[in-house]
Each structure stands twice: as structure tokens, then as C-alpha cells.
Nanobody, 123 residues
């Protein structure tokens, strides 16, 4: 059974930064693309960023381009999301997920999900 465990969330002021981590169990981490999604209060879950198996390719939602950076360390079975210049509208529960696809942006293309970590950005 695959487990994904996010960490690094918290409360930060607007303009600040946070780095989220997602640690995966198992020995096949490098065989899967990884993605980050978020669910703001009262809204649907939305795509944030994705990274390919080896990390050579990334893709971001338009609102995150230039502010967020997704990366991975396959030796540590971990994917990261560096978030800079945070805005109050970035407040959400952030989830990492695993996919057999290339750089999927649709949640249905991901088969395992973490439990989420809360990010709150104050104005």
C-alpha cells in the first residue's frame, strides 16, 4: 500500500514563503509523476503543479507560474513545493498525489493521495 505524507504547511503572512514536502513509501517512487493540488475553503480541488518521473519536466497552473516551484528527490522518495510570494487566495489544504501519466493536471489521473496539509496566508 502506497502512503503519501505531506508536511510543511502552516500560517504565514502575505508575501512570505513555505516549502511543502511529500514523502512517499515504497520503492517505485521514480516510476510515477507527482502532482500537487489544493482545495480552498468552500471550493473544488484544483491543480497546482506536476513533475515528471525523473524531474526533467514540470507544469504549473497559470496562477502559480513564477511563484511556486515543484521539485523531487527520488533518492529520498520526496516531492517538494516551494511557494513564494504567497497571497491570501493561496489559503487551502494542499495535497500531493501520484500518477502513472506524464504531467497530468486532472485529479482523476492520480491514483494515490496524501491526507493534505493546511496552508493559511494572512493579509
Amino acid at each position: 500500500q502506497v502512503q503519501l505524507v505531506e508536511s510543511g504547511g502552516g500560517l504565514v503572512q502575505a508575501g512570505g514563503s513555505l516549502r511543502l514536502s511529500c514523502a512517499a513509501s515504497g520503492r517505485t517512487f521514480s516510476s510515477y509523476a507527482m502532482g500537487w493540488f489544493r482545495q480552498p475553503p468552500g471550493k473544488e480541488r484544483e491543480f497546482v503543479a506536476a513533475i515528471s518521473r525523473i524531474g526533467g519536466s514540470t507544469y504549473y497552473a497559470d496562477s502559480e507560474k513564477g511563484r511556486f516551484t515543484i521539485s523531487r528527490d527520488n533518492a529520498k522518495n520526496t516531492v517538494y513545493l516551494q511557494m513564494n510570494s504567497l497571497k491570501p487566495e493561496d489559503t487551502a489544504v494542499y495535497y500531493c498525489a501520484r500518477s502513472r501519466g506524464w504531467l497530468p493536471i486532472v485529479a482523476s489521473e492520480y491514483d494515490y493521495w496524501g491526507q493534505g496539509t493546511q496552508v493559511t496566508v494572512s493579509s
